[in-house]
């Protein structure tokens, strides 16, 4: 069962354009919500999380938007580059045994920004 | 570098056959994971170390897959008799007890075909 859905699957965009990707979960439990990006061959890397008493968050030109009641969060990115082409996850933790972090991910978005 | 480091990167084996992957995390964090990520999705849980005690288990790690941490330091993920369908990305992360985010770090994992 996919507990967290992401939109769309791919994205072009042009170079100074708005990327947006989107995401709903189902499992009102998740308590963090961060954004990965992961380049070819590399791990994901942490982007900017928000947590679920907060609707907005801005670092820079990424901003992540959040609707607790219809439980969906997005990732604009502003101004987008060359540079962040790139596979984008959501993803939604929940809390482990002794208080780890269990992200459940979404399937992702491979973003393309075009010169 | 003081990241998550992985080995090997890449492991070619024949159906059947044993592999280990190894994973050192960054030095300090006493919480460490593992996940899998296959082709076009995003990386799935699969187990969770706090120290030397592994807390968590996903239902998708089967029997033939075994992961230890022994002295709470590194740790290594063996899957035994591999079949075909194990040929993933392994992905391993770790985190901060004491780090009130729930980022986790990962390293650029360990990419595993079976032949």
């Known amino acids: 069962q996919q507990q967290v859905k992401q939109s769309p699957q791919s994205l072009i965009v042009q170079k100074g354009g708005i990327s947006i990707i989107n995401c709903a979960y189902e499992n009102t439990a998740f308590d963090y919500f961060p954004w990965y990006q992961q380049f070819p061959g590399k791990g994901p890397a942490l982007l900017i999380a928000?947590?679920?008493?907060?609707s907005e968050k801005k670092e820079g030109r990424f901003t992540i938007s959040f609707n607790k009641s219809a439980k969906q969060f997005s990732l604009h990115i502003m101004d987008s580059q060359p540079g962040d082409s790139a596979t984008y996850f959501c993803a939604a933790r929940a809390e482990l045994t002794g208080g780890g972090n269990k992200l459940t991910f979404g399937t992702g978005t491979q973003l393309k920004v075009e010169l | 570098d003081t990241g998550v480091s992985q080995d090997p990167r890449h492991k070619i084996t024949k159906r059947g056959q044993n592999v280990t992957f190894r994973c050192d995390p960054i030095s300090e964090h006493n919480r460490l994971y593992w996940y899998r990520q296959t082709l076009g999705q995003g990386p799935e849980f699969l187990t969770y170390?706090?120290?030397?005690?592994?807390?968590?288990k996903s239902r998708l790690l089967s029997d033939r897959f075994s992961a230890e941490r022994p002295k709470g330091s590194f740790s290594t993920l063996e899957i035994q008799r591999t079949e075909q369908g194990d040929s993933a990305m392994y992905l391993c992360?770790?985190?901060?007890?004491?780090?009130?985010?729930?980022?986790?770090?990962f390293g650029e994992g360990s990419r595993l075909t079976v032949l």
């Open positions: 992360a770790s985190s901060f007890r004491l780090a009130n985010t729930g980022e986790l770090f």
């Open positions: 170390f706090q120290n030397e005690a592994q807390l968590e």
């Open positions: 928000i947590r679920p008493d907060v």
